[in-house]
């Protein structure tokens, strides 16, 4: 198929929207519009912004609700493009919209598909313990995350790494997947692999609540949540002493009897499960017998 004149109709949000869709511009494909949408007031806005990209490229773009998307329908007819793309834009899209890309409409998930489907892909492979996740485009289907495998990276990730860090490496292999896959897409050729469905498994969004320690869990399933959660993302938190607290950082789980002092042993014994301080220093008890010591502890 004849390379020359690609267009694409992209939406995009945040670090992943902004590093792909630039990704596109410097192959040469033609954007006609860009679809993203209004930062949430509550979260803390940390990272990229596409709106910024788009002024300073001139790229025509829309700030759209949910419930509004539809209404695009006639101007995506008229507008016909080749691909559409979607990076990191956290609405569905319908259905009818998708149907008018000539070529394919491409979405890129932050995770190896097919694991970890759905919502908040770093942040549940950390709270996992996993060792390595990814980025990977794929074609769009009704269903979220469940169509053929484009392009796919991946990279590690470290035991002491936050959701943050990783979802960092994650941004930068996506951008690395663009750049792998768009000499073929310009071409018109979409390769495809299978993403097998019965495999992994779909999670849901995350929210704040979800930051409460369960002192119950073992001590290396707390440190995971620790991290998962750790800023800028909202945080892991407990009650103690008639306040929240927010536990940002904490090390590695020590062993009681190998790893600590035998009056910090003897306090802990005394003690149930949750946080403790002792000499001026911060320590979980969890549920394992094992103990956390707190690096970062803020009252909130």
């Known amino acids: 198929m004849n390379q020359a004149n690609k267009h694409a109709i992209v939406f995009a949000y945040h670090d992943v929207g902004v590093d792909c869709l630039q990704a596109l511009l410097d192959a040469g494909i033609a954007i006609d519009l860009v679809i993203t949408h209004d930062d949430d007031p509550k979260e803390t806005i940390w990272f990229g912004s596409v709106r910024e990209l788009c002024k300073r490229n001139r790229l025509p773009y829309e700030i759209l609700q949910r419930d509004q998307l539809l209404q695009l329908l006639p101007r995506f007819q008229q507008l016909s493009p080749d691909y559409i793309f979607s990076f990191y834009y956290r609405f569905m899209i319908p259905i009818e919209l998708l149907k008018t890309g000539k070529i394919a409409a491409l979405n890129m998930h932050g995770s190896l598909l097919p694991k970890y489907r759905g919502r908040a ?18 074609i769009m289907e009704a269903k979220p995350d469940a169509g053929d495998i484009v ?56 929210k704040p ?30 009650e103690f002493q008639g306040k929240t607290w927010l536990l940002a950082k904490s090390s590695l789980p020590l062993d009681p009897k190998i790893d600590l002092s035998p009056q910090l042993v003897h306090l802990l014994e005394k003690s149930t499960p949750g946080l403790h301080l002792v000499d001026n220093c911060y320590f979980g008890l969890c549920g394992d017998g094992k103990v956390l010591e707190f690096l970062s502890v803020q009252a909130l």
């Open 151 to 206: 392009g796919q990276i991946a990279v590690p990730i470290e035991i002491h790494e936050t959701a943050h860090e990783v979802f960092n490496k994650v941004s930068s292999a996506a951008q690395r997947v663009m750049e792998s896959v768009l000499p073929t897409l310009i071409q018109g050729d979409v390769p495809r692999q299978l993403n097998d469905l019965h495999q992994g498994a779909y999670f849901g969004g995350r």
């Open 121 to 138: 892909p770093v942040n549940w492979a950390v709270l996992h313990g996993e060792v390595e996740t990814g980025a990977t485009l794929h």
């Open 209 to 238: 609540e979800d930051g409460r320690v369960d002192w119950t869990q073992s001590a290396i399933s707390i440190y995971n949540l620790i991290r998962a959660v750790a800023p800028p993302y909202p945080g892991a938190f407990t």
